[in-house]
């Protein structure tokens, strides 16, 4: 799939014109990064946009006691550090590759420039933008008002329908190598706790774990946990 082709299917490409494309190919970096690889740093000034092509990364800060408090693990297709473009701020996490990854990157003058040509784009910006503040907001009013069992079945379905792929017996597997550490992170919890939530879902037969793969037999029954 060309750069071209890849940039359509990003949502705040979309409805964008040929011509329009081979612009933004045109100021878009490629490069790989291996597994564990830094991509920003939080602080750091931020002057550019990124895009997954392959791959996945986490996004992250760190407190003043050094522990991860992780904001998100995404994938393909997904862009992240957009929150700097037209701010000229810095980077407000550290993004780390959690696999072998190819991220497009793309200079935030140089698509500013494209943008104001491109009313739909500012747009769609906006929507992603917005999209983005929503979630983060449901993600502390989950920590503030959910207990941590609660919060882990959420995270597990969250992680679910972003990475889950249903197998022919109708089982999920979840396609992401994620550390007992970087679930309680997500969850916002300790990893003892998480450990705890795991052994009680795997007792009701909602999840099997072997190692670091996990699968979802039954969604429903983690579902129940805060819908119930």
């Given at each position: 799939m060309t750069v071209i082709e890849y940039l359509k299917k990003v949502p705040i490409f979309e409805g964008m014109r040929y011509e329009e494309l081979e612009?933004?190919?045109?100021?878009?970096?490629?490069?790989?990064?291996?597994?564990?690889?830094?991509?920003?740093?939080?602080?750091?000034?931020?002057?550019d946009v990124f895009i997954i092509r392959t791959g996945k990364v986490k996004i992250f800060k760190t407190t003043n006691e050094g522990r991860e408090i992780i904001l998100d693990i995404k994938g393909k297709s997904k862009m992240f550090a957009e929150v700097t473009l037209f701010s000229e701020g810095k980077n407000p996490?550290?993004?780390v590759a959690i696999e072998d990854s190819v991220i497009l990157s793309i200079n935030n003058?140089?698509?500013?420039?494209?943008?104001?040509?491109?009313?739909d784009m500012a747009l769609n910006i906006i929507r992603v933008l917005s999209k983005r503040l929503k979630e983060s907001q449901s993600r502390i009013k989950n920590m503030a008002s959910n207990d941590t069992y609660i919060r882990?079945?959420?995270v597990l379905i969250k992680l679910t329908e972003k990475y889950g792929v249903e197998l022919d017996n109708g089982t999920i597997e979840l396609k992401l190598n994620i550390t007992r550490e970087e679930l309680a992170s997500l969850?916002?919890?300790?990893?003892?706790?998480?450990?705890r939530a795991l052994s009680q879902f795997r007792k009701e037969k909602a999840i099997k774990i072997s190692g670091r793969q996990i699968l979802i037999l039954d969604k429903n029954k983690l579902i129940s946990w805060y819908n119930g």
């Open positions: 612009k933004l190919e045109r100021i878009t970096k490629e490069r790989a990064y291996k597994k564990g690889s830094v991509i920003i740093v939080e602080g750091e000034k931020g002057e996490a550290t993004v003058n140089e698509l500013e420039e494209i943008i104001k040509q491109n009313p882990t079945a959420q969850a916002g919890t300790s990893r003892e706790t998480v450990s």
